[in-house]
């Protein structure tokens, strides 16, 4: 296979260096000033600066700033519909609580992602990822509530757009047929691990919070899906500090998500057990509410911090990791060096992939973005309208438009 030498990259952001960031919040950003590389199968073969090149089919990249793909470590992109008609409850100041006592919350998007042609319906929520500078990302199921039905639709999150990792989520909230006895809801879900990681899921997940499922219902389940391979991830601490990172640090979860109640204890917890922390600002900004996770005390705690979407059609309608970056900078007070390093290479460690995305270097898969900016840090400084001017996966261009 031929190789393919871009320059011109007027700041090629490699974000270069060790590649487990395990016990540190990265403080820097690597550039490279009118940088270039070569793509060669798929991977980057080279990494340096224009004026080392001598290939005359070099392809001009118009000074554009040129960063690794987006890394988007925890979103739900298997649903159908919306929740446009919540929305306005909610901002006549109903709570998330409310809004599901109301007819709405999760089980309004299970009664729409049952109705909808759930292959196309993924395959637009991804493409919206994508468009926004995302080219791996992890996504959950959790709008079915049913093991058939959370089965197929670990199926659905395979489009073939980027590189997915997959978490299966059926503990989202518990089925109206199970209503009351969450129990017989996880017995359930238990016997349907081995297939659910046949089909190719690699974390289980579960929405810990009153209403929805409580630790010790969990256990059983998070203990059996750990026996069989998986990794796990929770969401915890969303609505109120109920101990979930202590838990998740327990259970010896991969990363423990939310996160915007955890007391200085959980964030010890985390830190001795080596949880990682996946904030979710958007989803804050998103339910119109203002405790944003405490960012700085985890970075103080040596936590590897990872930003995400949490794209989802409730508390998170947002796609676009640069808004999430810009939420970060300005509510949790992160440096833009911190808020990149978030959600690339911290963020494909988190899921066991900081040998092959995250960054621009030899070896690594050559998904790379270019944005029509001069510095990196405007992708948080800029908000409403960030959005890639090229993206590509593997070295193949994607059609933007
Ligand atoms: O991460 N909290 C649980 N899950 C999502 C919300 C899902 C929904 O409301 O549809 C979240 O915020
Ligand atoms: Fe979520």
Redesign the pocket.
Known sequence: MSATTYVHCGQLVTLAGPSVRAGETLQEVTTIADGAFTVEAGKFSWVGRSDEVTDSYAINLQNALVTPGLVDAHT?TVFGGDRVEEFGWRCAGKSYQEIASLGG??HS?VAQTRDCNIGHSTKQNQTRLVRAGTTTFETKTGYGLDVEVELEHLGAANQGIGTISRTWLPA?AIPKKHSGHPANFIREIIDGLPAAFAAGAESVDA?IEPGYFSEAVVTSYLEAAKQLGFKIRL?VD?LGDHGGAAFAAEIGATTAD?LEHTSEDGIRAMADAGVMPVL?PA?VFGLGLNRYPNARQMIEAGLPLVLAS?F?????PCCSLPFVMSLACRMMKLTPEEALNSCTINAAASLGLAGQKGSIEVGKDADFVCWPYKDYRELAYWFGDVMPSRLFIAGKEFELT
């Open positions: 739900h919350g999760i998007t989202h929405f969401h969303q939310h979710l989803s949490d989802n059609p409730g508390s998170s």
